[in-house]
């Protein structure tokens, strides 16, 4: 993990932007995500940055409390205004030095302030490769959140404690692809899954 502070404005500003491209007719289709169709992908991304947006604040309570997977999460009907005002929040509570200082949750898990900001932006940066993908649109993720991304990932796969990944088993790609490819393929996500692949 890193103790320095990262802008997540790029990667929320670049999420909220996939979001408001997302067709009403898509939100029922597949993604990379097996269990989540574009709906819920999109509820996922919004309860997220509820709860980091919170734990950034070290305003602990349910947000911050619940395990990601208790229930599948979902949108309701004023998603397209609630989930870009809260990516701002997110971003806006993570440009607080303090936010990287001390002890938070998220997700019901202790966590480090810094070791928070890193797991929120790695969810932004695999997520939105999800939204992305699963809708059919352009993704090049910040550069420094990717980078970032990317070092968590490598370090839960050489982890033995964590089987192999944090989220699946890894995925071998190439030592030359893309970057994005790698970060991916770390995730537990194959990068060359299409809609149709679904």
Not at 13 to 28: E, K, W, Y
Not at 46 to 58: M, W
Not at 116 to 122: D, E, M, Y
Not at 124 to 138: C, E, F, K, M, N
């Amino acid at each position: 993990m890193t103790d320095s502070t990262l802008d997540l404005a790029p990667q929320t500003s670049l999420i909220a932007r996939l979001a408001d491209g997302v067709r009403d007719d898509q939100l029922t289709d597949g993604t990379p995500c097996p269990q989540y169709a574009v709906r819920n992908l999109l509820g996922h991304l919004l309860g997220l940055s509820v709860a980091f947006r919170d734990a950034a604040r070290k305003d602990l309570g349910p947000t911050t409390d619940t395990p990601p997977d208790a229930a599948v999460p979902d949108i309701g009907p004023g998603w397209r205004e609630e989930l870009p005002k809260v990516l701002a929040e997110l971003a806006e509570a993570w440009r607080d030095p303090a936010a990287w200082t001390g002890e938070t949750r998220a997700g019901s898990v202790p966590l480090t302030g810094a070791e928070a900001g890193v797991v929120a932006v790695n969810e932004l940066v695999i997520h939105g490769w999800d939204l992305a993908r699963a809708t059919g649109q352009p993704y090049a993720p910040d550069p420094a959140a990717l980078q970032l991304s990317y070092g968590m990932l490598l370090a839960a796969a050489d982890d033995p404690s964590r089987g192999g990944g944090i989220f699946g088993p890894v995925v071998p790609v190439a030592d030359d692809a893309p970057l994005l490819d790698r970060a991916v393929g770390l995730s537990g996500r194959d990068p060359r899954w299409r809609p149709s692949a679904a």
